[in-house]
């Protein structure tokens, strides 16, 4: 390759960042971070069950887009505080007396499932809001009896979502929360067809949509752009974003 095509080649791959950082807003020209000072009552109270201190920064500056149902994307690593950041709004978006699934959270393993749920009931204490983990590699009984309950708020890996979407055991048509935990994780474990699946039983309407990922290589971006309309981007991490 002679020098001409490597300046080329170059050109191109600063297109392409270019051509992706223009589909992202700056944070700090959508909405203002919070803090807690700025929190109602009953999230204060969540904070104490969960043994919060304070908020931490993906925290005070996710927490009011998802408040707002206003897409993002969130470049924050695992210990971050991401779980906190989407699950405390979405306590509060989530009607109790609907028995239905109304926030989706798409995780890459069990154990990320089983610790995303055990933190949601944790903040959710006696507010009446259910949530329940579904993932592969133990059996149908226990989850089938939680979705028929009404679980409000589901997390699961998308193989086994997709199978209780399949069965009718689960439905989508009261959703309004979509969120993707470690997207880049789920993506490499092979997932991406699974994904595509869920979404055909997606609403029709558009549903508030939140991806969380260490890294935003272009497979990830891809993916944005086809669950996220139009999202805001938010880079959180110690280490630079990959475009």
């Known amino acids: 390759m002679n020098q001409e095509e490597i300046d080329s080649l170059v050109e191109m791959a600063k297109a392409e960042i270019e051509a992706a950082e223009q589909e992202t807003t700056a944070v700090s020209s959508r909405f203002p971070s919070v803090s807690v000072d700025d929190l109602p009552d009953s999230w204060r109270e969540a904070m104490a069950r969960a043994g919060w201190a304070k908020l931490m920064p993906v925290q005070s500056k996710a927490m009011p887009y998802v408040m707002a149902n206003y897409d993002l994307m969130v470049q924050s690593r695992t210990g ?6 989407f699950i405390l709004p979405i306590l509060e978006r989530v009607n109790p ?4 699934c109304q ?13 995303v749920t055990d933190e949601a009931k944790v903040l959710a204490g006696e507010t009446g809001v259910r949530v329940t983990a579904v ?4 059996g149908y009984g226990n989850q089938l009896q939680a979705l028929r309950q009404g679980a409000h708020i589901v997390v699961g890996t998308p193989g086994r979502l997709l199978d209780h979407l399949l069965r009718r055991s689960l439905t989508l048509d009261e959703l309004q929360i ?6 880049d994780r789920m993506l490499s474990m092979g997932f991406y067809p699974d994904m595509k699946q869920v979404q055909r039983y997606l609403p029709q309407r558009r549903v508030g949509s939140f991806m969380f990922s260490a890294t935003f290589p ?3 971006l891809s993916l944005a752009r086809q669950f996220l309309h139009e999202p805001d981007f938010m880079g959180l991490s110690t280490d630079n974003v990959h475009v």
């Open 103 to 115: 926030a989706l959270v798409l995780v890459p393993t069990r154990e990320l499932a089983q610790q």
């Open 218 to 220: 272009p497979r990830v």
């Open 135 to 138: 993932y592969g590699g133990v």
């Open 97 to 100: 007396l609907l028995d239905a």
């Open 178 to 183: 979509l969120v993707f935990d470690e997207a």
């Open 80 to 85: 971050s505080g991401k779980t906190g950041a």
